[in-house]
């Protein structure tokens, strides 16, 4: 017997629609977690919740097929060709920053916005310390929906790639949260090795985002120890914490 299609509001174009299983986070960031044996680990910070593994990327019925097969796929398809160091794009390393150059600023800017806005979306638990205040949400839908380019500084984008004892770890995944930040919010998230922030608000980006930001030009993406991102050197402490209690009450 055929599986009957699931039908519902698409959550971009609002049409009603036979509604697929897209992901919330792109399905090319979730291959690095899987290449060693063929899964990837969920961590976490509450002793009381043991750390699981995964097998496959996030997913949820959110879009119609032309939605996550088409509109939303063209800014997936670039940002895949940019971070594997795509043709035609020019990457100088230099001071601990890759300098990068040559790709199309409305494509990238659009898919690191996507995964913000699917992230606030979703139901998965991982995602539910974020929320979005409707103006925003219904703004990023908008752009998304018609592919729309943003200035520089509307929802303003910056990636850092953390070292762990100077390596770089592309299996490594962290829930994602948001902290204010004057007028605005900086909502983090760390996929497969890379921390992405956006910052949302009426505000100009804080100053120690500027230089880290998305510009039409050039993207200057920091290397940087995972000692010098709170964010990230808190989470390492409290995972640590968590395990070293786990192991004491089996004990």
Same mark, same amino acid.
């Given at each position: 017997?055929?599986?009957?299609?699931?039908?519902?509001?698409?959550?971009?174009?609002?049409?009603?629609?036979?509604?697929?299983?897209?992901?919330?986070? !792109?399905?090319?960031?979730?291959?690095?977690?899987?290449?060693?044996?063929?899964? @990837? %680990?969920? /961590?976490?910070?509450?002793? %009381?919740?043991?750390?699981?593994?995964?097998?496959?990327?996030?997913?949820?019925?959110?879009?119609?097929?032309?939605?996550?097969?088409?509109?939303?796929?063209? @800014?997936?398809?670039?940002?895949?060709?940019?971070?594997?160091?795509?043709?035609?794009?020019?990457?100088? #390393?230099?001071?601990?920053?890759?300098?990068?150059?040559? *790709?199309? *600023?409305? /494509?990238?800017?659009?898919?690191?916005?996507? +995964?913000?806005?699917?992230?606030?979306?979703?139901?998965?638990?991982?995602?539910?310390?974020?929320? /979005?205040?409707?103006? @925003?949400?219904?703004?990023?839908?908008?752009?998304?929906?018609?592919?729309?380019? &943003?200035?520089?500084?509307?929802?303003?984008?910056?990636?850092?790639?953390?070292?762990?004892?100077?390596?770089?770890?592309?299996?490594? #995944?962290?829930? !994602?949260?948001?902290?204010?930040?004057?007028?605005?919010?900086? *909502?983090?998230?760390?996929? #497969?090795?890379?921390?992405?922030?956006?910052?949302?608000? !009426?505000?100009?980006?804080?100053?120690? +985002?500027? !230089?880290?930001?998305?510009?039409?030009?050039?993207?200057?993406?920091? &290397?940087?120890?995972?000692?010098?991102?709170?964010?990230?050197?808190?989470?390492?402490?409290?995972?640590?914490?968590?395990?070293?209690?786990?192991?004491?009450?089996?004990?």
């Amino acid at each position: 017997m055929a599986k009957q299609p699931f039908i519902g509001t698409c959550r971009l174009c609002r049409e009603e629609a036979a509604l697929v299983d897209s992901h919330i986070v !792109p399905a090319f960031l979730f291959r690095p977690l899987k290449e060693v044996e063929g899964r @990837y %680990s969920i /961590l976490s910070t509450d002793p %009381s919740e043991r750390e699981r593994t995964g097998q496959r990327g996030i997913t949820e019925r959110l879009l119609c097929r032309v939605c996550d097969n088409e509109r939303l796929q063209r @800014y997936e398809d670039h940002l895949a060709r940019v971070l594997n160091g795509g043709i035609g794009l020019r990457i100088q #390393t230099g001071s601990n920053v890759l300098q990068v150059q040559g *790709y199309d *600023y409305r /494509l990238i800017k659009n898919a690191a916005i996507s +995964m913000l806005w699917r992230i606030i979306l979703s139901r998965a638990p991982m995602f539910k310390e974020v929320s /979005l205040a409707p103006l @925003y949400e219904e703004r990023l839908r908008d752009v998304l929906l018609n592919n729309l380019k &943003v200035g520089e500084d509307e929802f303003a984008v910056a990636v850092t790639a953390p070292l762990l004892e100077g390596r770089h770890f592309p299996d490594w #995944t962290v829930s !994602p949260d948001f902290i204010p930040v004057g007028e605005n919010n900086l *909502y983090r998230f760390l996929v #497969t090795g890379l921390l992405f922030t956006v910052e949302v608000g !009426p505000g100009a980006p804080v100053a120690e +985002m500027g !230089p880290m930001v998305l510009r039409e030009r050039e993207w200057r993406i920091p &290397v940087m120890d995972v000692r010098m991102i709170p964010f990230l050197s808190t989470f390492c402490a409290d995972v640590a914490d968590a395990r070293k209690t786990r192991q004491q009450n089996k004990g």
